[in-house]
C-alpha cells in the first residue's frame, strides 16, 4: 500500500494468559487480516540475548542486539531470529523469566516498536496484539481492545500452553511478569482511556472473535500512515 493510504489496524492489548494471541489470530482470519504478536518479538530478542551470553540488564549491549537482529514472524507462527528457528526455544521458561528486562529497555522498544510500524504500514494494516498497542504502536487504531480473564483463568491458559512447568509454577511467573510488566518505566501495560475492556474469564475464543468484529467501526480504514 501506497504511503499517505488508510489501513485497518485492530489493536489488542492485555496481561499474559487473557487470550490474547488466539483471539487475535482468529480476528485477524475472520478481518481478512495479517496477525502479529508482539510480545514474540520481545521473546525473540530475548533468545538472541541468552544465546550470546548476554545479561539481560546489560543494556546497551542488548539493545544493539535488538536493533541487529533479524527477527522474522511467519504467518503459521515460525519464529527465525538471525535465519535460526527459535519458535520452541522464544517459550522456554528460560526466556519467559527474562524477557521483562529486555522489554524495559528503551532502545529495544523504540526498535521493535518501529519494526512493528512497518510491518503494518507493509501490508495496509492487521490486528497487532501486544501491551502498548494501543497506547504507544497505534495509538489511532481504529479498534483498541483491552482484554482481561482472572488470574486463575490466566494461570491455567499459559500452563496448557506450556509443557515443563507446574500449573503453580506458571501462576508464580506470571504473576511476576504482570506485576512487573505493569510498574516498569517504559511504557507499561497499560488500558489506553479509548480501548474497549472484555473480559474473557467466562467466555469461548468462538463468543469473544464474533463480539470483537461487531465492534470493527464500519467504514473504518482510516488510520494515516504518515506521522505514525
Ligand atoms: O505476550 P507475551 O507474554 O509473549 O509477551 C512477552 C513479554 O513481552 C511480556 O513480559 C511483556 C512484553 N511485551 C511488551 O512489553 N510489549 C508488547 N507490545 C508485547 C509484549
Given at each position: ?111 521493535l516498536v518501529s519494526q512493528q510500524r512497518e510491518w503494518a504500514r507493509l501490508r495496509g494494516g492487521g490486528v497487532l496484539e501486544g501491551r502498548d498497542i494501543g497506547s504507544v504502536v497505534y495509538p489511532d487504531a481504529d479498534l483498541k481492545v483491552y482484554l482481561t480473564a482472572n488470574a486463575e483463568v490466566r494461570a491455567r491458559r499459559r500452563a496448557m500452553e506450556t509443557i515443563e512447568v507446574s500449573e503453580e509454577s506458571v501462576a508464580r511467573d ?55
Amino acid at each position: 500500500m501506497a504511503d499517505g493510504g488508510a489501513m485497518l489496524v485492530v489493536a489488542i492489548d492485555g496481561p499474559a494468559g487473557s487470550g490474547k494471541s488466539t483471539v487475535a489470530r482468529r480476528l485477524a482470519e475472520t478481518l481478512g487480516l495479517e496477525y502479529l504478536d508482539t510480545g514474540a518479538m520481545y521473546r525473540a530478542v530475548t533468545f538472541a540475548v541468552l544465546a550470546r551470553g548476554v545479561e539481560p540488564d546489560n543494556h546497551d549491549v542488548v539493545a544493539e542486539l535488538a536493533e541487529a537482529s533479524k527477527i522474522e514472524l511467519a504467518a503459521d507462527g515460525t519464529v527465525l531470529v538471525d535465519g535460526v528457528d527459535a519458535t520452541t526455544e522464544i517459550r522456554s521458561a528460560e526466556v519467559s523469566r527474562c524477557v521483562s528486562e529486555v522489554a524495559n529497555n528503551q532502545r529495544v522498544r523504540r526498535e521493535l516498536v518501529s519494526q512493528q510500524r512497518e510491518w503494518a504500514r507493509l501490508r495496509g494494516g492487521g490486528v497487532l496484539e501486544g501491551r502498548d498497542i494501543g497506547s504507544v504502536v497505534y495509538p489511532d487504531a481504529d479498534l483498541k481492545v483491552y482484554l482481561t480473564a482472572n488470574a486463575e483463568v490466566r494461570a491455567r491458559r499459559r500452563a496448557m500452553e506450556t509443557i515443563e512447568v507446574s500449573e503453580e509454577s506458571v501462576a508464580r511467573d506470571l504473576a511476576r511478569r504482570d506485576a512487573y510488566d505493569s510498574q516498569r518505566e517504559n511504557d507499561p501495560l497499560r488500558q489506553a482511556d479509548d480501548a474497549v475492556t472484555v473480559d474473557t474469564s467466562h467466555m469461548t475464543i468462538d463468543e469473544v472473535v464474533a463480539h470483537l468484529a461487531g465492534l470493527v467501526p464500519p467504514g473504518s480504514g482510516q488510520v494515516e500512515q504518515s506521522g505514525q
